[in-house]
C-alpha cells in the first residue's frame, strides 16, 4: 500500500490548511505524524477505520481535526488556528489492514506517505 499526501504550503499564524491521504489500498487505522527540523517524528492525530474513533496529541487538541473517508479509504486533517510551531514535514501514516487500535508510536504504522511540508509563519 503506497500513501500520497497533499495539501502543505505556506499559511500566516491564525491560518489554516487541510491536508488529504490517498492511499492505494486499504488500510487499518491511520493517521498524522510531524517532523520539525532537529526533532523527532511526533504523533499527530489517528483515526480508526470507520471514522468513529479518534485521538489527538495535547498540542492540537481544539486546532485540529482527523477524519476518513472510509469509501476511498483516504485521511484529512484539518488544521485551524496554526502557529509557527506546527511548522513541520507532516506524513500520513497506516497500520496494516484489521489493525484499528490507537497507537502514538511511529513504529507500529507499516504504510507511510512522502510527507508534506506545512510552513507557518508569525
Known amino acids: 500500500v503506497q500513501l500520497q499526501a497533499f495539501g502543505g504550503g505556506l499559511v500566516q499564524a491564525g491560518g489554516s490548511l487541510r491536508l488529504s491521504c490517498a492511499p492505494s489500498g486499504r488500510t487499518g487505522r491511520m493517521g498524522w505524524f510531524r517532523q520539525a527540523p532537529g526533532k523527532d517524528r511526533e504523533f499527530v492525530a489517528t483515526?480508526?477505520?470507520?471514522?468513529?474513533?479518534?485521538a489527538y496529541a495535547d498540542f492540537v487538541k481544539g486546532r485540529f481535526t482527523i477524519s476518513r473517508d472510509a469509501a476511498r479509504n483516504a485521511a484529512y486533517l484539518q488544521m485551524n488556528n496554526l502557529k509557527p510551531e506546527d511548522t513541520a514535514v507532516y506524513y500520513c501514516a497506516g497500520r496494516r489492514g484489521g489493525h484499528d487500535l490507537h497507537s502514538g508510536n511511529a513504529g507500529d504504522y507499516r504504510y507511510w506517505g512522502q510527507g508534506t511540508l506545512v510552513t507557518v509563519s508569525s
Open positions: 483515526i480508526t477505520s470507520s471514522g468513529e474513533n479518534t
